[in-house]
Structure formats: C-alpha cells, structure tokens
C-alpha cells in the first residue's frame, strides 16, 4: 500500500522569504505521479504542481518548484517570494499511474504567510 | 470554462438518516472521482466512475454508494449515517485517455453534518 507523510503540520514564513515543504511517501509502483495540492481558507482544493516519476528533470511553474528525489522517495515543494495569497493548507499527493484515479493525500502542512 | 460544481454546498443531517449529494464534471470530463476529508485530515479516496461504471473504490462500508448518469454527473449516497460521517465531501473529475489518467479538478465540497 502507498502511504504520504508530511512532517511538518504547521509553517510560518514572512512575506517574499522562500517556504520548503517536505514530502516523503512509499511505493512499490514504478510508474506514478505526484502533487502538491493547496487548500486555501475557502476550502477548494487546488493543484500546484505536478510531477510524474519517470520525467528526471523537477517540474516548475512559476515561484514553485519541487525537488523530486526518486530514490529517495522524497518530494519537496520549494515556495519563492512567498506571497500572503499562498496562506493555505497544502497537501502531497501520489497517484499510481494506469490504475483508478485513486490519490492518496497526506495529512497536510498548513503554511501562514506573514506580512 | 465552469469549474467542477457540487450541491449543496451545506447538509445537516441526523444520525440514521439518508443523504444525496450531486457533482457535475467539468465539460468533457468523464471521469468523476468522490473523497472525503474529515477536518484537520488530507482527503480519502471514496469511488471512481468511469463511463458509469464504476473503476474504484476505497475503504469505506457499504453504506456508501454512488453512480454516474449519461451526462457524466454522478450521486454520493451514504445511508444510515454516523456521527463520523460529517466531512467535507469533495468530488473531482478528470479526462482518462489511453496510456494513463490525467490531472484531477476538483469541486468546492459538500460540508455535510451530521448531529
């Protein structure tokens, strides 16, 4: 079975630092995709960012990028010139690929923006 | 283009009774996945249909049932409610295509309570 484990529950940073977020999950699966997911106060969950596990080179959009370590089973979220919109509770989550659509999310890490 | 939409957006219920809960895709989805996030927690994988069928299911009781219409709108059923029932239940839809599944949009949710 797939399990997603983010350590960290809580996180503040000031306005414009850059925010890590650490992501580790287990698999036996060889293919399978990745994602952070963010869930602002207003509840609608929203994809980040995504990263499929047979593409080496890490995805980027925009200020958010990721450091996938496929061996390592590691999957980090980097935010850059974090901004007060990014305040919102943001989710890691593994989808084995060619199976259902099942996403196993771990628990969540609630990041504050602080100006 | 409209997003993926849920009703209602807020249920109260009492233990023991039934309840209904509607997502509609977003246009050319046919795909629509169900999951349910109690508070504090990442969301659980409930059911997905597929071309009214129905392609996974999670580790919940048959309590819990679902099913797509031709439109590719879909029903979440849950009977005999519980006092652990109340969530946020999120439906999410998706575009499968040959050779795996594509990125899943997510719907604002259904708070549903049950006192």
């Known amino acids: 079975a797939q399990t997603v484990t983010q350590s960290q529950p809580e996180m503040s940073v000031q306005e414009a630092e850059t925010v890590t977020l650490s992501c580790t999950y287990d698999?036996?699966?060889?293919?399978?995709?990745l994602f952070w997911y963010k869930q602002p106060p207003s509840r609608q969950m929203i994809l980040v960012i995504r990263?499929?596990?047979?593409?080496?080179q890490n995805a980027t959009e925009n200020r958010f990028s990721v450091n996938f370590q496929k061996a390592a089973k590691s999957f980090s979220l980097k935010i850059s010139d974090s901004q007060l919109g990014d305040t919102a509770m943001y989710f890691c989550?593994?989808?084995?690929?060619?199976?259902?659509?099942?996403?196993?999310f771990g628990k969540g890490t609630r990041l504050h923006i602080l100006p | 283009d409209a997003g993926v939409t849920q009703s209602p957006t807020h249920l109260i219920k009492t233990r023991g009774q039934q309840v209904t809960l509607r997502c509609s895709p977003i246009?050319?989805?046919?795909?629509v996945s169900w999951y349910q996030q109690v508070l504090g927690q990442g969301p659980q994988f409930i059911f997905q249909?597929?071309?009214?069928?129905?392609?996974g299911r999670g580790n919940f009781p048959d309590r819990f049932s679902a099913r797509q219409f031709p439109n590719y709108s879909s029903e979440l059923n849950v009977n005999a409610l519980l006092l652990g029932d109340s969530a946020l239940y999120l439906c999410?839809?998706?575009?499968?295509?040959?050779?795996?599944?594509?990125?899943?949009?997510f719907g604002p949710g259904t708070r549903l309570t049950v006192l």
């Open positions: 999410a839809s998706s575009f499968p295509w040959t050779g795996g599944t594509d990125t899943q949009y």
């Open positions: 698999t036996s699966e060889n293919n399978y995709y």
């Open positions: 990263q499929e596990a047979y593409k080496q």
């Open positions: 989550a593994f989808m084995a690929m060619d199976r259902d659509d099942k996403i196993i």
């Open positions: 246009s050319g989805h046919k795909s």
């Open positions: 249909y597929y071309e009214k069928e129905e392609r």
